[in-house]
Structure formats: structure tokens, C-alpha cells
């Protein structure tokens, strides 16, 4: 392991000299896939998986081929889409028609299945992704307990609904219902929870639900085949690997995906979206790019502001969608700030994922060290400098970070979403400039703003509440906890997801409705007390 400022040469390991327990393993389980609740071996061309951890070998310094997995074609999507229609069937199939109760009964059972896998999952996410192994651990507890939360969300969403609605001259019981077949679709960031966020309040809400793993953060989802397999009638969960226009784009061209849940880049969204031969019946749910914004203005604490920076800029290394990706300090402050955000970088180690304290890990995406490089080259050539000693080293699969500081928000690396450890600091006078890059950019999903001053922080809030969807106060930005609304403005997202938000997403309003006459209210009377319906129904769920 190194810091950022020693000699980075040896961070890559030989095979014998990582902890056995953290060691890839064989991954056969990567070639199977699940459709119509049966899991298959798959016997066609395969996607060869290299990790983004590299060994060193005689032959030199490698990526680890950690294992393949299908390449289906358009007939292997069409059969997962098949299954999911029939266990829909149109609204009347088992599931969505199932009670609320047996739902939530079947999310219960799986849970100790998934979680009987944590560490072969746990694994798979640092060998993938490079995910640390404390940050792996959490992705994995944090996606466990939001299954249990939409659990406890979904009883208590289904009490409020468990009451009739008196008005005059009719009653009426509001529920919600499912909508049909989802197409999930995570980000490779957030494999396995970014999926899990939206495929299980699809799934609780008796949606049917086909899956497809990112490129990268494949292999991690087929040691919880079998837990989908055995929690939920066939049909009801399938997946699809492979191609992006191969599998997904013929699912969408067939009309049949009623839902689309996707998070990833805004261009890949809109092809998706366009694609669907009938855009009006189909439901998007999109978490896509950002440029969140900090915002460091004068009389902050600058020491807090720089720690909370180089944190929310540099955690997994920056490859959040919540990631601080601008930093606009005031001129008066600027100087400062910055040399104490590159003291706070310094500190950072780099290493592989298992080795203790480890922030700055190798990047999964082929070519991306050299694309950030690109855009740290424009940003000098426009007269920004790197400052922090060891910035921009390459090895292999590491980008050791950079900071730039004097940056102008015309260079390119203060308009795109850089997506990985390049920290561009853009000095500023008035605040109006930041406002005015808030205004212009294309996203709106967060911002964090730094000052003790209440006057001038009240200013900017009120500004940025209507730029951003949420506005962080002397502290990084950041998804949870998963009970508070997770969203975005322009191309940062679609819709709202949160715990009890995403419940909604994935269901509509339907109501029962009579007038209130006296053989009506003997009729539902008879068919609450015999118990013959299981929307209109009074029954309760503790
Ligand atoms: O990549 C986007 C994630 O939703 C960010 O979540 O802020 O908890 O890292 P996080």
C-alpha cells in the first residue's frame, strides 16, 4: 500500500502475497443465469471478466481474469421477457395478484438466503469493481436493510390503505397496484444496490421484473440466483446478461416493459427511452449524471470544508453519482482551502481494496485513467496546475488524484462528469458566478455549501434549492439515508426514489368505489367479513 506522496511502483500484488481469505476464486457460478424460475447453465460465447486489480506475475503486471459470464442473444432476452409477461399475465397472474401479506412474506424469506451469501458477494465486489472491502460491506448491509425497510414501508403503507374513504355520497378503498413488467438496470458504481433499490420495491409491489447487470459488476449477482429462485413464483425475477443493444434493445422495441428503471448516463437513457414503440405507456425511472457543486464561502471553516471535500470528491474514487465533482471556494479563502484539501488528499492511501485504511483503488472502466489524464491536460493547458504531489500518476489500472487549482468553469473538466479522482478548484468573487454555472449546467442533482455566515448561507439556499434536489449544509453530498428523497433536475434524473418514495414508483393509485346505498354497503360488507377479495379488504398487517 502507498500514500499518495511515497513511491507508488509495487501497489499491485503478486498472487501469494494476498490475504487468502481475500483471494478471487474460481467463479463457475458466473455462467449461469436465471429465467422463468429455473436457473440455466449457459453453454454459448461468454464475456471474459478481468478485474480491475492487477497481479504481478513473471510476465508482468496483469489484470486478473476473474471469469466470464453469457453473452445472450436477443432470443435468450426474448425468453426472460416471455417469462415475465406470463407471470404478469396481464395483472392476473399469481403474483400481482397475490395479497400484500404473502408478498412480503416471500421478500422475507429471501432475505436470510442473500444474506447466508455476503461474503462471496462482499468479494466479488472488490475483485469487480474495486470496491474497498469496508465500503463492499457496506454497499452489501446497506442493500439488506433497505429490503427490510421497504418491508416495514410497505406494512405501513398498506395499513393507511387498509381503511375505507367515506365521501359524500360514496366510500371507496385507495390502493396502490402493480403496473407491470420492470426492466431494471443498475449502474456499475453501485452494482448490486443501485439494482436492488429499484428491482425490490418493483418486485413487493407484484411487478414482474427482468434484470440486467452492468457492464462491469456482473459476476456478483449469480451467487443470489438461487435465493430469487427459491423466495418468488417462476417468472417473477429473471435476468439477462450481455449487450446492452443486444438484450435490452429488443426488449424495449418489443412494448412489452412497462417500467423502466435505469441509472446510468443520460445519452443511454434517451436511446432507451426512444426505443419503446409506445413512449406513453412507459414509466422511466432514471438516476443518470451529476456535477454536484461545492461551494466554499468565506468565513467557512475551512478545515471542516476540506476534510468533507476531499471525502465526498475522492470516497471510492469519485466514482459516485452523489460525488463532489466542482469546488468553487472564494477568492479571499481559495488559497488556503486548497492547501488544506491537498494536505487531506495526501493523507489518502492507495492500495488494493482488502488493505486496511485504502481509499484510492484501481478503476474498472477500460481507458479510464487516460480520459481523466485528458482532461487534467486541457485544464493545464488552460492554465490550471496540478498541486498535489504524485497527481496523475498512472499505473496500470491506478489514477493517483489530482487536484487542479487555479480552474476556470469553462475548462472541460468543470462541465463534464468526470467520474473518477480529478478535483478541479474554480476561485471565485461573487456568488452570482456560481449561481450563474448552476444555471447553465445541464444537471441538478446536489450541492454543498460551506459558511458559518447564516445571512449569506440563507442567500445561496434558496438559490440552489431550485437548481438541486438537495442542498447539504458544511458536509458532503450523499444519498442517505435512504429514507430522505433521492432525485434530480434536468438530466440528473426521473422520478424520486427513496424507501417509501420508490413504493410509489413502481405502483398506481387504484380504488374501489360505490355510492352509498344500503345494498352496497351490505355487499362489501359481505365481502370484507368473508374475506372474498384481496384488494378491498380491511385486513391488517402488523
Ligand atoms: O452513485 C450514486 C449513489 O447513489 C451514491 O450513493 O451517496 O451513498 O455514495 P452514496
Redesign the pocket.
Known amino acids: 500500500m502507498a500514500t499518495l506522496i511515497s513511491n507508488p511502483q509495487d501497489v499491485f500484488p503478486k498472487f501469494d502475497s494476498i490475504p487468502p481469505d481475500m483471494r478471487p476464486g474460481e467463479h463457475p457460478e458466473g455462467e449461469r443465469y436465471l429465467i422463468n424460475g429455473e436457473v440455466h447453465r449457459w453453454d454459448g460465447p461468454f464475456q471474459e471478466v478481468l478485474s480491475p486489480i492487477c497481479i504481478r506475475t513473471e510476465r508482468g503486471v496483469e489484470q486478473h481474469k476473474l471469469g466470464h459470464y453469457p453473452l445472450m442473444t436477443e432470443k435468450e432476452a426474448m425468453q426472460a421477457l416471455e417469462a415475465a409477461c406470463d407471470a404478469y399475465d396481464h395483472g392476473c397472474g399469481k403474483w400481482p395478484t397475490m395479497s400484500v401479506a404473502d408478498r412480503i412474506r416471500c421478500v422475507e424469506d429471501f432475505i436470510p438466503r442473500v444474506v447466508e451469501r455476503r461474503d462471496e458477494v462482499v468479494r466479488l465486489l472488490m475483485w469487480e469493481i474495486g470496491k474497498t472491502l469496508p465500503d463492499a460491506q457496506k454497499e452489501f448491509d446497506r442493500t439488506v436493510d433497505y429490503v427490510r425497510d421497504t418491508v416495514s414501508a410497505l406494512k405501513e403503507l398498506d395499513r393507511v390503505s387498509s381503511r375505507f374513504i367515506m365521501e359524500p355520497g360514496f366510500l371507496a378503498q385507495i390502493r396502490r397496484s402493480p403496473l407491470g413488467v420492470v426492466l431494471c438496470m443498475g ?1 456499475f ?2 452494482p448490486l ?2 439494482t436492488w433499490t429499484t428491482l425490490i420495491p418493483a418486485l413487493i409491489m407484484g411487478n414482474t421484473v427482468i434484470f440486467k447487470p452492468p457492464k462491469y459488476g456482473v459476476l456478483l449477482h449469480a451467487p443470489l440466483l438461487e435465493a430469487f429462485a427459491q423466495s418468488f413464483p417462476p417468472g417473477v425475477v429473471n435476468t439477462v446478461y450481455g449487450e446492452g443493444p443486444v438484450v435490452v434493445g429488443p426488449l424495449i422495441k418489443s412494448g412489452r416493459i412497462d417500467v423502466l428503471a435505469f ?1 446510468g448516463s443520460a445519452r443511454v437513457a434517451s436511446i432507451l427511452k426512444h426505443q419503446h414503440p409506445r413512449p406513453n405507456r412507459l414509466r422511466c425511472v432514471f ?1 443518470l449524471e451529476a456535477k454536484n457543486p461545492a461551494v466554499v464561502l468565506p468565513h467557512a471553516d475551512i478545515d471542516l470544508a476540506a476534510k468533507e471535500c476531499a471525502l465526498g470528491a475522492l ?2 474514487n469519485g ?5 463532489i465533482k466542482i469546488i468553487f471556494a472564494h477568492r479571499s479563502i481559495a488559497d488556503e482551502f486548497s492547501r488544506k484539501l491537498v494536505a487531506q488528499v495526501q493523507k489518502l492511501k492507495a492500495g488494493m481494496p482488502w488493505d486496511e485504511g485504502v481509499s484510492i483503488t484501481p478503476l474498472d472502466e477500460e481507458g479510464k485513467p487516460q480520459w481523466l489524464q485528458e482532461l487534467v491536460d486541457d485544464a493545464v493547458r488552460g492554465g490550471a496546475k496540478v498541486i498535489n504531489e504524485g497527481g496523475t500518476h498512472i499505473d496500470h489500472t491506478m489514477y493517483y488524484p489530482a487536484v487542479l487549482y487555479p480552474a476556470t468553469a469553462d475548462m472541460k473538466i468543470c462541465q463534464v462528469e468526470q467520474f473518477g479522482p480529478v478535483v478541479p478548484i474554480v476561485p471565485y468573487d461573487d456568488e452570482g458566478e456560481v449561481i450563474k454555472w448552476a444555471i447553465d449546467s445541464p444537471y441538478g442533482q446536489q450541492a454543498a455549501l460551506f459558511g458559518e455566515d447564516p445571512q449569506r448561507l440563507s442567500k445561496l439556499i434558496d438559490v440552489f434549492v431550485n437548481q438541486f434536489c438537495r442542498v447539504n449544509l458544511n458536509s458532503q ?4 439515508p435512504d429514507a430522505f428523497p ?1 432525485t434530480g433536475r434536468k438530466d440528473s434524473a426521473e422520478g424520486t426514489l427513496s424507501v417509501s418514495d420508490a413504493l410509489r414508483v413502481f405502483s398506481i393509485r387504484s380504488l374501489v368505489a360505490a355510492k352509498s346505498t344500503d345494498e352496497n354497503e351490505k355487499i362489501v360488507s359481505q365481502i370484507l367479513t368473508e374475506r372474498k377479495s384481496k384488494f378491498l379488504s380491511t385486513d391488517f398487517i402488523f
Open positions: 449502474p458504481n453501485y444496490n443501485e441509472i438516476g470516497s471510492y466514482q459516485r453519482c452523489t460525488a453530498c450523499q444519498r442517505g433521492f
